[in-house]
């Protein structure tokens, strides 16, 4: 870490100008309260208000939202001390604590069904190891197929408005910063891999152990940029231009905040809006595909929207690409783990057709992501195509029969495979080079060039 002294606020602490406290602090806190309360509450046993799944999912859904953008100033402060990368990574992992949260406890469940009774299908309802896997594929598959999509618009719209075209904020299309190659590689790589799951039976510790090598490296990767230069505004200016130490409790203070409220609220936030949803006779796997994940990924789809709309695009996607790389290295690695701990086995955690059918589309869409990525450039039509596949997969699982939903996977994963080949074809000659920076270029060289 480097200490204040050389970093951006020392025209201010020359001059004594010190920014006024901001308002929107208190205020986030103010929002996050109840819902941290009544999460808190219900695990230590204290005693607490009793309220209906809609009201619930709000109070919980506002206290989700306060947090991230506690999330996002912690961020963004901690540029001062870190690279921007690993800032964004670090981001990441605790953007995503609500999709852990819920996703291993699905998976926990499974594994106590399995050790009671040797097999996770049960008579009534929803198979249990599918559950998991489900929230698993639903979360990856919103994350590219609405986040993505949703970065470019809110960046093409700001930046009109703005009446400004920056490096990665021009109207139809969001550049990626050249150090954020590392992301496209090793997404690439836990791809690749992801592609054999779909011929297995099980996600066994094997998976395990390389999905979650795969993310060390990429940790190790991230960790080699030095700290660059941070353009900080509110909240998160107020905090960067402190003395090293106060700074840097400020900003673990709000990481910690921010990933105890999720890790108190998610669960509880993803089961209301599951009971609300079952309330309207909406099937159970649905609801864990497509609502629970919507309820938790929406910190990080949030913490985007804040940085696409100040016209940091390439932080924005940086966002949900490193949560994208998060997810698809981490969370599935820690599933089998989970699953062997509460099953009391080495088993792997059972993968039946449909199962495997959802991680080949996942796994289908994602080669599709990368190959987008490339030239480290997301356009508008590279959005609109990643936004409408997945609008037809989520209608098709929602109006089509068990049968007819399962052509539309297969028919989509070869599409996807299909445009992938294409678009790794039309940017071969950019492919080497985001290889060789994701892997081995200096930080110090891919900071000196502008995002393309």
Same mark, same amino acid.
């Given at each position: 870490?480097?200490?204040?002294?050389?970093?951006?606020?020392?025209?201010?602490?020359?001059?004594?100008?010190?920014?006024?406290? !901001?308002?929107?602090?208190?205020?986030? %806190?103010?929002?996050?309260? !109840?819902?941290?309360?009544?999460?808190?509450?219900?695990?230590?046993?204290? !005693?607490?208000?009793?309220?209906?799944?809609?009201?619930?999912?709000?109070?919980?859904?506002?206290?989700?939202?306060?947090?991230?953008?506690?999330?996002?100033?912690? &961020?963004?402060?901690?540029?001062? @001390?870190?690279?921007?990368?690993?800032?964004?990574?670090?981001?990441?992992?605790?953007?995503?604590?609500?999709?852990?949260?819920?996703?291993?406890?699905?998976?926990?469940?499974?594994?106590?069904?399995?050790?009671?009774?040797?097999?996770? %299908?049960?008579?009534?309802?929803?198979?249990?190891?599918?559950?998991?896997?489900?929230?698993?594929?639903?979360?990856?598959?919103?994350?590219?197929?609405?986040?993505?999509?949703?970065?470019?618009?809110?960046?093409?719209?700001?930046?009109?408005?703005?009446?400004?075209?920056?490096?990665?904020?021009?109207?139809?299309?969001?550049?990626?910063?050249?150090?954020?190659?590392?992301?496209?590689?090793?997404?690439?790589?836990?791809?690749?891999?992801?592609?054999? #799951?779909?011929?297995?039976?099980?996600?066994?510790?094997?998976?395990?152990?390389?999905?979650?090598?795969?993310?060390?490296?990429?940790?190790?990767?991230?960790?080699?940029?030095?700290a660059g230069e941070p353009d900080l505004a509110g909240v998160a200016a107020w905090v960067g231009e402190k003395p090293a130490r106060p700074r840097r409790?400020?900003?673990?203070? $709000?990481?910690?905040?921010?990933?105890?409220?999720?890790?108190?609220?998610?669960?509880?936030?993803?089961?209301?809006?599951?009971?609300?949803?079952?309330?309207?006779?909406? @099937?159970?796997?649905?609801? %864990?595909?497509?609502?629970?994940?919507?309820? +938790?990924?929406?910190?990080?789809?949030?913490?985007?929207?804040?940085?696409?709309?100040? #016209?940091?695009?390439?932080?924005?996607?940086?966002?949900?690409?490193?949560?994208?790389?998060?997810?698809?290295?981490?969370?599935?690695?820690?599933? !089998?783990?989970?699953?062997?701990?509460?099953?009391?086995?080495?088993?792997?955690?059972?993968?039946?057709?449909?199962?495997?059918?959802?991680?080949? %589309?996942?796994?289908?869409? +994602?080669?599709?992501?990368? &190959?987008?990525?490339?030239?480290?450039? $997301?356009?508008?039509?590279?959005?609109?195509?990643?936004?409408? $596949?997945?609008?037809?997969?989520?209608?098709?699982?929602?109006?089509?029969?068990?049968?007819?939903?399962?052509?539309?996977?297969?028919?989509?994963?070869? $599409?996807?495979?299909?445009?992938?080949?294409?678009?790794?074809?039309?940017?071969?000659?950019?492919?080497?080079?985001?290889?060789?920076?994701?892997?081995?270029?200096?930080?110090? @060289?891919?900071?000196?060039?502008?995002?393309?």
């Amino acid at each position: 870490m480097r200490d204040k002294t050389t970093r951006w606020p020392d025209s201010v602490e020359a001059s004594g100008d010190r920014r006024k406290f !901001p308002v929107r602090l208190p205020a986030a %806190v103010a929002v996050v309260l !109840p819902g941290a309360y009544l999460g808190a509450a219900d695990y230590l046993h204290w !005693p607490h208000p009793s309220l209906s799944p809609p009201l619930a999912a709000v109070v919980f859904g506002a206290a989700i939202i306060g947090a991230a953008f506690l999330l996002s100033w912690a &961020a963004e402060a901690a540029q001062v @001390d870190i690279s921007a990368g690993l800032a964004i990574a670090l981001l990441a992992v605790l953007a995503v604590l609500p999709e852990y949260a819920v996703d291993l406890v699905f998976t926990f469940q499974a594994g106590q069904q399995y050790a009671e009774q040797g097999t996770c %299908v049960q008579a009534a309802g929803a198979n249990p190891c599918s559950l998991a896997l489900a929230n698993m594929t639903g979360a990856n598959r919103i994350l590219v197929g609405l986040g993505w999509p949703l970065v470019v618009l809110v960046a093409s719209v700001a930046a009109v408005r703005a009446r400004k075209r920056s490096a990665s904020a021009k109207p139809g299309r969001v550049a990626l910063a050249p150090a954020m190659s590392a992301e496209v590689v090793f997404l690439g790589v836990a791809t690749l891999y992801s592609l054999t #799951l779909p011929l297995r039976t099980t996600l066994t510790l094997v998976d395990a152990v390389v999905f979650i090598g795969i993310f060390a490296a990429y940790a190790w990767r991230l960790a080699q940029a030095p700290a660059g230069e941070p353009d900080l505004a509110g909240v998160a200016a107020w905090v960067g231009e402190k003395p090293a130490r106060p700074r840097r409790s400020l900003v673990v203070g $709000l990481f910690a905040t921010a990933g105890l409220v999720i890790l108190a609220t998610a669960e509880h936030f993803a089961e209301n809006l599951v009971a609300t949803g079952g309330r309207l006779g909406v @099937d159970e796997f649905l609801l %864990v595909q497509w609502v629970a994940p919507l309820a +938790s990924e929406s910190p990080e789809l949030i913490v985007a929207c804040l940085f696409a709309a100040r #016209l940091k695009a390439s932080e924005s996607l940086g966002t949900l690409l490193s949560s994208k790389v998060n997810q698809w290295t981490l969370l599935v690695g820690t599933i !089998p783990v989970v699953f062997a701990l509460s099953a009391g086995t080495t088993d792997g955690l059972p993968l039946d057709g449909h199962q495997r059918l959802e991680l080949l %589309v996942t796994a289908s869409q +994602s080669l599709f992501a990368v &190959a987008i990525l490339t030239n480290l450039g $997301l356009t508008v039509v590279g959005a609109l195509s990643l936004f409408a $596949l997945f609008a037809v997969q989520f209608t098709a699982s929602l109006t089509l029969s068990p049968d007819a939903n399962r052509v539309v996977i297969i028919v989509l994963s070869a $599409l996807y495979a299909v445009l992938a080949a294409v678009q790794l074809i039309r940017y071969r000659r950019d492919l080497g080079r985001t290889v060789r920076d994701g892997l081995t270029t200096p930080f110090g @060289d891919l900071a000196r060039r502008s995002p393309g």
